[in-house]
């Protein structure tokens, strides 16, 4: 007993003696490759974080799925895992539909509408999140969304029975609704997918495309708009909570800036990559006006049915968006 007391006297002593913060390491699995523009901004967003909290924590980044694979990384941080990391937004849209409402075909289809279409949304994604023992930290749009493809297609009609990578449930349910069919693959692995013929085609942006260089599979990149999905991240709410008031300011004001700059390098990121498909030998362009129709078409079927499936917050997000507009 005397000596469990003067473990615990000593025990207190050192606590005392710590600095108030001990220094902590920080892994951030993210899924994309490193070159990425997203990749990128968390790397700066590490750094700010690092640097503005005096190095009391130390966020190390790990992109291309290397820690985690992409659709491991959200389980992984509400698990206390990692405290922090990267996902795709619309990847829990089997969970919620709402965390889909990025990836409604011709809802949201340029920079600007996107980002009206998060101010609408963020609140509901926080609450959600935060039931998820979650953080909502920042969020950066992906570049608009086009078709590959590895011939000329001008029609739905030409599409059936192509081999479709998939990235969340919209593009797998896209893929049904053209007679394609749908396989899920990680972006960290669609180079392999493709080249060994797993899949045929996708809908990503030419981020995506150029990251993964599918010039050496695919030939046509098709302009479709169709949607600007976004990525997030987030922190264990856990591991929020142990986190000083101080070095809280300082990841949230680093967060703003990431959130700023992100969205910035995407627009910067879009032309450069649709650049960078070109001249690695692919036909870049719009699709032509009756396949747009067409697609158009498909898209209303899958808004009405998120609308379905995302029920009053689904409806209370689009109504606010439009009342932005
Ligand atoms: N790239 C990611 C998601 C959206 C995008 O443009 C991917 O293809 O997995």
Not at 56 to 74: A, D
Not at 119 to 127: F, G, I, R
Request: with cysteine; proline share 4%.
């Amino acid at each position: 007993m005397k000596l469990a007391n003067t473990l615990l006297a000593g025990a207190a002593a050192l606590a005392v003696s710590t600095p108030a913060a001990m220094a902590e390491k920080w892994d951030m699995p993210m899924a994309y490759s490193a070159t990425n523009f997203h990749s990128a901004t968390g790397a700066e967003f590490a750094k700010c974080v690092t640097t503005g909290t005096g190095g009391e924590i130390e966020i190390v980044t790990h992109p291309s799925g290397s820690l985690f694979k992409g659709g491991e990384i959200k389980r992984a941080i509400q698990t206390g895992q990692v405290p922090i990391g990267e996902r795709l937004l619309s990847g829990h849209q089997n969970e919620n539909a709402v965390f889909g409402v990025d990836s409604i075909p011709f809802l949201a289809t340029s920079f600007d509408d996107a980002a009206k279409l998060w101010k609408a949304a963020k609140p509901t994604m926080e609450k959600i999140l935060d039931e998820q023992n979650l953080v909502l930290l920042y969020s950066v749009p992906w570049p608009p969304q086009g078709l590959y493809f590895k011939k000329e297609v001008n029609s739905v009609a030409e599409m059936k029975g192509i081999k479709f990578r998939s990235y969340n449930v919209a593009t797998a349910r896209l893929a049904e609704l053209t007679g394609m069919l749908p396989v899920t693959i990680e972006a960290a692995e669609i180079s392999q997918a493709f080249a060994t013929g797993v899949a045929e085609s996708m809908i990503s942006s030419g981020s995506t495309g150029y990251d993964r260089k599918v010039w050496e599979s695919l030939s046509h990149f098709y302009e479709v708009d169709a949607w600007l999905p976004r990525n997030y991240i987030m922190v264990n709410k856990d591991a929020w909570s142990g986190v000083s008031d101080g070095n809280k300011n300082v990841i949230l004001g680093c967060a703003e800036l990431a959130e700023y700059a992100g969205a910035w390098r995407a627009v910067e990121y879009t032309q450069f990559t649709l650049n960078g498909l070109k001249a690695g030998g692919m036909t870049v362009g719009p699709a032509n006006d009756a396949l747009v129709g067409e697609l158009r078409q498909i898209g209303e079927t899958m808004t009405a049915e998120w609308l379905e499936a995302a029920g009053a917050d689904g409806k209370a997000i689009v109504d606010a968006f439009k009342a932005m507009k």
